[in-house]
């Protein structure tokens, strides 16, 4: 029923846009791809989530991470509720390498969005127990910490969560004694401490 009536919708919105007219192999081809996420969607939804309760949608939170002076922000595509914890959900069209996207071989965290997501969670509600990255293009949950197979288990996400405040920190005090620009030390940028979430990693040497 849902998704009848986001197709409903979305013809009402083509319509009202661009006309009734409007080129009938695009308008019909916008129909089949809405209709063949929801449709996806709510069976992955049902899958992963009948026994949860929606918590709350787009929450911009805001949490003290025990770091003097600084203060972080997110907002968070949504949080779930089961059982008296949260469920962490960030929605992606490419979830892409997975671990490899989040964390290098040698185990240092690059990608720091979840583990910031919880830590906002953590400060603001409670108890985080799993964090998960959906992927519309693919219909599927993807399981960062906590739950069926993550990617990382609770020793791993404790590790990830101490690497977020040890990096906030530095950039913190690199900030307060004003140094601004981008670290260039003695061998290049390889040995830099912030080097996995510098964009100057990209440039060309």
């Known amino acids: 029923l849902l998704a009848v009536d986001t197709i409903a919708l979305l013809d009402d919105v083509v319509a009202s846009c661009l006309g009734t007219k409007f080129l009938p192999p695009v308008r019909n081809y916008l129909r089949r791809q809405v209709e063949e996420h929801v449709v996806a969607f709510l069976k992955t939804e049902e899958q992963w989530y009948d026994d949860t309760r929606l918590f709350t949608l787009e929450d911009s939170l805001e949490t003290d991470p025990g770091i003097p002076g ?3 922000r997110g907002r968070i595509d949504r949080i779930s ?3 008296g914890s949260y469920i962490v959900v960030d929605y992606k069209t490419n979830v892409g390498r997975k671990v490899a996207g ?3 071989p040698e185990g240092a965290l690059y990608s720091f969005q979840v583990p910031v997501y ?12 799993q964090a998960l990255y959906y992927d519309i293009n693919k219909a599927n949950y993807d399981s960062v910490f906590g739950g069926e197979k993550p990617w990382f288990d609770d020793e791993w996400r404790e590790n990830l969560l101490l690497q977020t405040k040890e990096t906030v920190a530095a950039m913190s005090q690199a900030i307060g004694e004003s140094h601004y620009e981008t670290p260039v030390p003695k061998g290049g940028c390889d040995p830099c401490e912030l080097r996995s979430i510098c964009r100057e990693k990209y440039r060309v040497r």
Do not use: K
């Not at 830590?119 to 409670?126: F, T």
């Open 70 to 72: 600084v203060v972080l």
């Open 81 to 83: 509720e089961r059982q």
């Open 102 to 104: 989040m964390v290098t």
């Open 118 to 129: 919880v830590l906002l969670v953590e400060g603001n509600y409670g108890p985080v127990s």
